[in-house]
């Protein structure tokens, strides 16, 4: 789960930015297996510091969530953040587990709706998994990301692994997690299609 101590900073950038990021995955966003600050949403931070963007991340994402867990905990989180921004990583695990297609479609179905009816504006990860799952359950799978991302309007991150998965010198020992030196390029994958998002007036402490 996500460190205090990183909670605590979204949290306070929250409270003093006017707009707010909600990132809501699962380890590929929290920063498995290494330092929070090392991971991709810390960098992204320190990049929206660095370009005067005026915008506070909240990162709620949970190691081992599923689509279905992700659904339960969102709506309190748009309420207790009323993001700006949603960044909806969800999917892997259930991917994983074998789950029903149709079932993880659903539920971040369900999440998107949720978020526009927040007045949110999301941005949807894709993901793929390892070809030994099968080709016609991972072909299926992958699918799940455009067809929403056309069916909602939405801007599409085709692929978060992208410029790591390849490398195993990019990927924890594990072949499914980027290490830190693995995180920066995934932050280079997310930032064309979230920028777009993103208002350059909005500043910390103004409107």
């Known amino acids: 789960m996500l460190g205090v101590g990183l909670l605590f900073i979204a949290l306070q950038n929250a409270v003093a930015s006017p707009s707010t990021i909600l990132v809501f995955g699962d380890s590929l966003s929290a920063a498995y297996g290494m330092r929070a600050e090392q991971g991709w949403v810390a960098l992204l931070t320190q990049r929206l510091q660095s370009q005067e963007y005026g915008y506070g991340i909240v990162n709620a994402s949970v190691s081992g969530e599923t689509s279905a867990g992700g659904l339960e905990r969102l709506p309190r989180a748009l309420e207790l953040h009323r993001p700006d921004v949603v960044i909806l990583e969800l999917g892997a695990n259930d991917g994983l587990r074998g789950l029903p297609v149709s079932v993880t479609r659903d539920n971040l179905a369900r999440m998107v709706r949720l978020a ?41 991150v085709p692929f978060l692994l992208e410029k790591v998965a390849p490398d195993p010198a990019l990927m924890l020992p594990d072949g499914m997690h980027p290490n830190p030196a693995g995180e920066p390029p995934v932050l280079d994958t997310v930032w064309p299609y979230l920028k777009p998002l993103l208002n350059k007036n909005a500043r910390r402490g103004g409107s």
């Open 116 to 156: 526009q009816a927040a007045e949110a504006r999301v941005l949807l990860v894709g993901i793929r998994l390892p070809p030994n799952y099968g080709p016609r359950y991972a072909e299926a799978f992958a699918r799940i990301f455009p067809e929403l991302a056309n069916q909602y309007h939405l801007p599409l």
